[in-house]
């Protein structure tokens, strides 16, 4: 069945290439260009929309690398942009033709980044600035121009869950930990420190939920929610979202929480980037919890 758009509840909303064309010219719809490199956008850009790096978001905190700016930095930032919180924007990506940097989760990291601190109604461009070119659909060289905005930050803590809350409720028996990141990641040795998974979580790729042609169109519905049936996801758990980061989590967290209208949903922003900086264990291989199996190679290792 053809989705409708926009499609999503709350505060996301997807919207297709069609839609957007139909509405480009509303006087009351800001769009937000986020392609991995600026002079992408300067190559091209869907008319109307203004420029943000997703780079601008997140700055080290103590060391960890990989933290949000602090509220008052973000606020500075938003308000430069021209971001309202009432206003609906749309924000898309696209792989990136300059420096073919691109690997479709600009925007998803925005528009989670949006709703976090205080933005009331946000559209996702399903397919990005690839299927609109795809379409042969209108761009532009122009820059608009924008009024400075005086976006307030109100952060949504109900959106996110810090270590310690993450820690305190992760075994819990109706919760259940998505590790979004790739299979080779979940299973063996990343760029971290130690090997594996957080103990208990499950590996939902978070690629495997998109067109594999564009990592910014969704899969059709029926085989995200086949894919979602298989691992026993269901809205009747709270579900957190985590990977390396936060970065691909917030695609899932997306998903389940606005697409598909999940009520529990959290993201866990540390990930696995936090939790093994302090020095917490890990399970190595394809399941979510250690096997005996595991042990004894484990221990092999040791030897």
């Known amino acids: 069945m053809e989705k409708t758009y926009p499609h999503g509840n709350d505060a996301v909303k997807w919207v297709s290439t069609d839609w957007l064309a139909q509405h480009i010219g509303d006087k009351d719809l800001m769009i937000v260009d986020t392609q991995p490199d600026v002079h992408d956008y300067f190559r091209r850009h869907v008319p109307g929309s203004t420029y943000m790096n997703e780079g601008l978001l997140r700055v080290p905190l103590n060391g960890m690398p990989t933290c949000y700016i602090p509220d008052e930095a973000m606020q500075m930032i938003l308000r430069r942009v021209g971001i309202r919180a009432e206003v609906p924007t749309v924000v898309y990506s696209g792989s990136g033709g300059f ?53 307030t930050v109100d952060v949504h803590g109900e959106y996110l869950l810090t270590y310690n809350e993450f820690k305190r409720i992760k075994d819990d028996e109706d919760v259940m930990v998505l590790d979004v990141r790739p299979a080779r990641f979940y299973e063996g040795q990343g760029p971290w420190t130690k090997p594996g998974h957080i103990p208990g979580a499950v590996n939902l790729p978070w690629m495997d939920l998109m067109d594999h042609k564009n990592k910014r169109l969704l899969k059709p519905d029926d085989e995200i929610n086949e894919m979602l049936r298989k691992l026993d996801i269901a809205p009747d758990k709270t579900l957190i979202t985590s990977c390396g980061t936060g970065r691909e989590a917030t695609n899932v967290f997306l998903l389940l929480r606005f697409y598909l209208g999940f009520p529990n949903v959290r993201i866990y922003e540390g990930s696995f980037t936090e939790w093994v900086a302090l020095d917490n264990p890990t399970v190595v291989g394809s399941q979510p919890h250690e096997t005996a199996t595991d042990t004894i190679q484990q221990a092999a290792r040791r030897a």
Request: aromatic residues 12%; hydrophobic residues 35%; proline residues 4%.
């Open 99 to 151: 420096k073919c940097g691109g690997d479709g989760l600009e925007q998803t990291m925005l528009a989670y980044s949006l709703i976090r601190f205080g933005h009331q109604n946000v559209y996702i461009l399903d397919g990005g600035m690839d299927k609109w070119m795809a379409e042969r659909k209108p761009v532009s060289q122009d820059f608009p121009t924008i009024r400075q905005s005086d976006f």
